[in-house]
């Protein structure tokens, strides 16, 4: 099956510093990577998300980037503010399949 | 109904006793997923439905964990003989799936469960 890997676990920014997330996936056939935000005692909520035929996707202050041949993706998060700090989780997936989640990384922006 | 809803919140139980966990998803969500979050964890999967297929049991971690779905809509994730270790938050999440597409999860807000 498949494996997604996610660095760092844990990650501090200074409020206004740009914060990069990674994840590595194993299976070439997954085509959908989305990432999560999870804000302590809340429910996991989709932020961004990204398929395998575009390179890169951005929305406001957040972008995702795929790079297929390396099966890794990443996270950037610009002009971090304190509401930005919350676990943030990468998954992989195929079509009809299954989700499958890295560890999580906690992102905690320092006033 | 306005999201996936999720009950009991919290159950605290006993070792040894079964807890039922319920999980209501969004209406004409073909897809229904089961994780346990443990604290400070990532999400484990436990078990994923999709429309009349048979489900991936491939998550649940021993023979005292099943999970039902009742008429493509109610699952109820069933812990039998409850451990300690099996205390941590459940989270259910359903979607509007293709078979050859993916989409978005929306997660309920998990139901609790301590066993004492």
């Known amino acids: 099956g498949e494996n997604v890997e996610q660095h760092p676990s844990t990650l501090s920014v200074q409020e206004g510093d740009s914060a990069v997330i990674k994840c590595t996936y194993s299976?070439?056939?997954?085509?959908?990577f989305p990432w999560y935000k999870q804000e302590l005692g809340k429910r996991p909520q989709l932020i961004i998300d990204i398929r395998s035929n575009v390179g890169e996707k951005k929305d406001q202050r957040i972008a995702v980037t795929l790079n297929k041949t390396a099966k890794h993706f990443s996270l950037h998060i610009t002009e971090t503010q304190p509401e930005d700090s919350a676990v943030y989780f990468c998954a992989a997936s195929k079509g009809g399949n299954q989700f499958y989640f890295g560890t999580g990384t906690s992102l905690t922006v320092i006033p | 109904g306005a999201g996936v809803s999720q009950s009991p919140s919290n159950k605290v139980t006993e070792k040894g006793k079964d807890v039922e966990l319920r999980c209501d998803p969004i209406s004409g969500h073909t897809a229904l997923y089961w994780y346990r979050q443990s604290l400070g964890q990532g999400l484990e999967f436990l078990i994923y439905?999709?429309?009349?297929?048979?489900?991936?049991k491939s998550g649940l971690p021993s023979d005292r964990f099943s999970a039902e779905r009742t008429g493509g809509s109610v699952s109820t994730l069933t812990i039998q003989r409850t451990q300690q270790e099996d205390s941590a938050v459940y989270l259910c999440?359903?979607?509007?799936?293709?078979?050859?597409?993916?989409?978005?999860?929306?997660f309920g807000e998990g139901s609790r469960l301590t066993v004492l």
């Open positions: 999440a359903s979607s509007l799936m293709a078979s050859s597409n993916t989409g978005e999860l929306f």
């Open positions: 439905f999709q429309g009349n297929s048979a489900p991936d």
């Open positions: 299976d070439s056939a997954s085509n959908y």
